[in-house]
């Protein structure tokens, strides 16, 4: 005891610096959809297989046919139950988290606008061509703000063209802007799309990112935020 | 003790982002020296993150109160429970049944189309479950009528026939995710129903069909303005491929509902031994309703 008082005379507490970068509603939405998603696009390749066509019936012309192994329900009927259930899981979250943005005022750190162009091309190019990496003053570089805007914008497309082909006849005035009933099919093939391509290069960062920066995602708290260095 | 309550008033009292900056700090570590400056000048992240300085120990207290907060996602693993799953997925379907059923317009008109958006019939695909043909006996064939009806009995064609003929170009649409629009001709299923004295406070019709096929639909749909007990496609009386002599026709609903080469239709509150139709019974939805 008397040896350690001379080495450390006054014993401060270590501290770690943290912040609160995604409140609870926004966690919960994102995993909820993360889930919802995954199954809704493996049950959805599961349903286009039924009819893997945006074509006529006579004579049937096939467009892809997804393989089973990446479809989830094993048969029509199976994958009609999960995208019938995880629609309004999907729907409830989306809902959750675009009526917390407005309401907190979240939105405007998310949200792509006009403005935010001209910063895509040099942020693209320091993920893709290993460019100077730009400096960021805001919670969301002008990149991301596009990709999390795009997944709104995909999430709101496949809603109302889902709405559309579950029931044409109760929504008939909604299938008019979307370019007619059988568009509604084709958009809402895109919107998957859509997800398709965000889903990688939204996992490659959290990758490259590492732990800490996942784990926020998760407790709502990241430590050390690098807008502290 | 007095510790942990500390350590707990100001997280409660700072939930809002905009608590007074210089206070929040203070506050929150009263033991603590401004050891660190410049790190404590900036107080809230860009976007107004809230920042602490916490000890290894509340951080970890800190996350574990976090990580219980989303236990409402970790429920969705549940599907993942083989045993749960198939309940789970039951329910899904059921609450979209009730919900379809809530959005039903028992006076909304699936949209009617002109002649020239007609497929033609050659281009009209035949879709049966076993058999194309079940052999009906048309010249002897008829309804039987069962249930809740004043006159129930067998009624033959041409007294199907006797009611106004309704004549639509609707589309028919497949759970498949293809659809055609077609011609179809046939008696009202609310005019019929009325002829013979059926209760229309009943939930259900059910219909049997002579290739073993079984469909039930809500009253609701049943007495919709499109819906048909369909004899005529084309202007042709019905094909037997297509359901000859008399099919359902229900602009309104999926095209596994449409039942046709009927036998049996039977008004009634509750479903013969609960089953409720042929693909029904095996996982499709029952509303099927568009």
Redesign the interface.
Same mark, same amino acid.
């Given at each position: 005891m008397a040896a350690n008082a001379n080495v450390i005379e006054t014993p401060?507490?270590?501290?770690?610096?943290?912040?609160?970068?995604h409140p609870?509603a926004v966690?919960?939405a994102h995993?909820?959809n993360a889930?919802a998603v995954l199954?809704l696009i493996t049950s959805g390749l599961r349903?286009?297989r039924?009819?893997p066509?945006f074509g006529? /019936?006579?004579p =049937?012309q096939n467009f892809w046919v997804p393989p089973p192994g990446i479809t989830l329900g094993g048969w029509?009927?199976?994958a009609?139950?999960?995208h019938?259930?995880?629609?309004?899981?999907f729907v409830g979250s989306g809902l959750t988290y675009v009526i917390y943005q407005v309401v907190t005022g979240?939105w405007r750190?998310v949200l792509f606008l006009p403005r935010d162009v001209k910063g895509v091309w040099p942020m693209a190019r320091h993920y893709f061509l290993f460019g100077k990496k730009p400096a960021v003053?805001?919670?969301y570089n002008p990149l991301q703000k596009l990709a999390y805007t795009s997944t709104i914008f995909f999430g709101a497309v496949s809603f109302l063209t889902g709405l559309v082909m579950? /029931?044409?006849? =109760?929504f008939?005035w909604l299938a008019w802007p979307m370019g007619g009933?059988h568009f509604a099919?084709i958009w809402h093939f895109v919107a998957m799309c859509g997800f398709v391509a965000f889903i990688p290069g939204h996992l490659i960062m959290v990758l490259l990112h590492g732990w800490n920066n996942f784990?926020s995602m998760?407790?709502?708290?990241k430590?050390d935020?690098e807008?502290?260095d | 003790m007095p510790d942990e309550q500390q350590d707990r008033r100001p997280q409660q009292a700072q939930s809002e982002?905009s608590a007074p900056e210089s206070q929040q700090s203070a506050d929150q570590?009263p033991?603590?020296?401004p050891?660190q400056p410049e790190?404590l000048s900036?107080r809230s992240?860009?976007?107004g993150?809230?920042?602490?300085?916490?000890?290894?120990r509340e951080?970890g207290r800190?996350?574990r109160r976090?990580?219980l907060?989303?236990l409402?996602?970790v429920a969705?693993g549940a599907?993942a429970i083989p045993r749960l799953r198939e309940p789970?997925?039951?329910?899904?379907?059921h609450?979209?049944d009730w919900a379809?059923g809530k959005?039903?317009?028992r006076h909304?008109?699936?949209?009617t189309f002109s002649n020239s958006a007609v497929?033609p019939f050659?281009?009209?695909?035949y879709n049966y479950y076993d058999v194309v043909d079940p052999d009906v006996d048309l010249e002897h064939w008829t309804l039987t009528v069962e249930g809740l009806v004043q006159r129930p009995g067998e009624y033959k064609l041409a007294q199907i026939q006797a009611f106004p003929k309704v004549v639509q170009n609707t589309?028919h649409?497949?759970?498949?995710?293809?659809?055609?629009i077609g011609n179809f001709g046939g008696t009202r299923a609310s005019d019929f129903l009325r002829g013979i004295g059926a209760d229309l406070t009943a939930r259900y019709l059910e219909v049997e069909c002579a290739d073993g096929y079984y469909e039930s639909i809500d009253m609701e749909t049943v007495l919709h303005p499109q819906t048909l007990f369909c004899y005529e496609m084309y202007g042709q009386p019905l094909d037997r491929g297509h359901g000859a002599p008399l099919r359902l026709q229900m602009?309104?609903k999926l095209g596994y509902k449409q039942a046709k080469y009927l036998n049996t239709v039977r008004v009634t509150n509750v479903l013969k031994g609960g089953m409720r139709g042929y693909?029904e019974d095996?996982?499709?939805?029952w509303f099927g309703?568009?």
């Open positions: 401060k507490p270590q501290t770690i610096t943290v912040a609160y970068e609870l966690r919960i995993w909820l889930v199954v349903i286009f039924a009819f066509s006529p /019936k006579i =049937q029509l009927a199976g009609l139950q999960w019938f259930t995880f629609m309004w899981i979240h750190q003053e805001a919670a579950y /029931k044409p006849v =109760q008939w009933y099919r784990y998760i407790t709502g708290w430590r935020p807008y502290l | 982002e570590n033991r603590q020296e050891a790190k900036l992240g860009p976007a993150e809230e920042i602490r300085d916490v000890t290894s951080r800190i996350n976090e990580l907060k989303l409402p996602v969705v599907f789970l997925l039951m329910d899904g379907l609450f979209s379809a959005l039903f317009g909304r008109l699936a949209q497929v050659e281009r009209f695909p589309r649409v497949c759970v498949e995710g293809w659809d055609v602009p309104t693909w095996q996982g499709y939805d309703g568009l």
